[in-house]
């Protein structure tokens, strides 16, 4: 039993704070039925993006509603806030919230008491001060960013398709990507394999027409793989014309020129930034202690070090990995080590309320998968290296296998059951991100924007 009346606050609708919710109404059901715990997530967004099947969401493969989970749904006994927290001040056991009311209700920032806190907001692109890449540049991290990016990569083949300029049709031909980790190679090697299945729909574009090129500071991509299929992709992916260029990095892409550090002058309509992340922001307003990294201290019971009801996981957190050999290892912030922590915190919380000790998470890395395109990928789980078609394979059950709730387990196996069926989509539908753009035109009044000065779109 409950020994008092429990306010819980998950912070974060990811990875963490999905499963978290999710294991806490399940541990909990008689303590939530009779009011004795009430458990409040805040949330951005009302749904979990499974970010591994962004890169198939782009291509075409899976449909962009089944990538994302509905928050509201899944955790129907708890209550899901739309909004931001902005700060946490634990001492006083208090959030700071903003709400997408907030700015018309015209009264501040509202603010939540809790008794036990769970911080799990995430991470944010990591970016460097480059000229022109606020302006010019999109991330891969969002569902609508993958979506976005797919639309623009089908427009630029439309306007090289019909333009008579050489200097147009090779700027909206060029495709740069900068970041070689998991999601810079499957986002560029699931659009490349897309786009080259387009160009046979288009009579004056072909795959060799167009430029593909991965720009990765350090001297290799893929580690999480391993060096010996790190070698391996980069091998496949230059037999398909893509240009893999180690050791480099994006200087500028001010003027629509990608401007790189060997010295190449890239002119552009696409750079893809996916040069790793960073904590949220959120951290540097909280009284909880970080790490040199600005990550949150944890210990191995995933408490937040020095902070009594307070628990943490996922990318924001700096767990030790008690399985390492190294002393003072971390676990990685990947979704492997997250689903796993998030259900041990949810665990944790229900034996600290119940007066238990709470239990330590240790969990050996199991491996990693990667897509490069249909019936294309590497992977090595356990040890053994896969490569080609059983990597892909792998990689698709997998994710299948991990991705949340039956009811998107069975869209997402029937959606890849009729592409094998059938042929792809290669539909752009660019005017979702204006849709009044038309209607405004119409009724007299201005277009919503120049699509040339679309963030999201090229540079």
Known sequence: MVKERARILVVGGGYVGMYTALRLQRKLKRELRQGDVEITVVTPDPYMTYQPFLPEAAAGSISPRHVVVPLRRVLDRCHVIVGEATA????????TLTTLAT????????????????????????????PGLAEHGVGFKTVEEAIGLRNHVIEQMDIASSTRDPAIRDAALTFVFVGG???????????????????????????EDMKWILVEASDR???????????????????????????TRLESCAGRVAALSDGQRLPTRTVVWTAGVKPHPLLHS???PLTGRGRLKCTAQLRIDGADHAWAAGDAASVPDLTADAPGAETAPNAQHAVRQARLIGDN???????????????????????????????????RRLKGYPAWFMHRVYHLSRVPTVNRKARVLAEWTLSGLFKRE????????????????AAGGKPHSDPTDDPKGSI
Do not use: C, W
């Open 88 to 95: 946490i001040d634990h001492t006083k056991r208090t959030a």
């Open 103 to 130: 700015e018309e209700e015209g009264g501040g920032p509202d603010h939540l008491d809790y008794d036990e806190l769970v911080l799990a907001p995430g991470s944010v692109p990591r970016t460097l001060p480059i």
């Open 181 to 207: 980790g998991y999601a810079g190679v499957e986002a560029l090697a699931e659009l490349e394999d897309m786009a080259r299945y387009a160009t046979r729909y288009y009579h004056n574009l072909g795959p």
């Open 221 to 247: 991509i893929l580690p999480e793989v391993g060096a010996e299929l790190g070698r391996y992709t980069v091998t496949e992916l230059r037999r398909r014309n893509i240009q893999v260029l180690l050791e």
């Open 286 to 288: 909280t009284d909880l």
């Open 349 to 383: 919380i229900v034996h600290t309320l119940r007066g238990e000790p709470p239990k330590t998470y240790a969990h050996k890395y199991v491996g990693s998968v990667a897509s490069l395109g249909l019936h294309k990928g590497v992977a090595q789980i356990y040890g």
């Open 426 to 441: 290669i539909v752009s539908l660019g005017s979702l991100e204006h849709p009044r753009a038309e209607f405004e035109l």
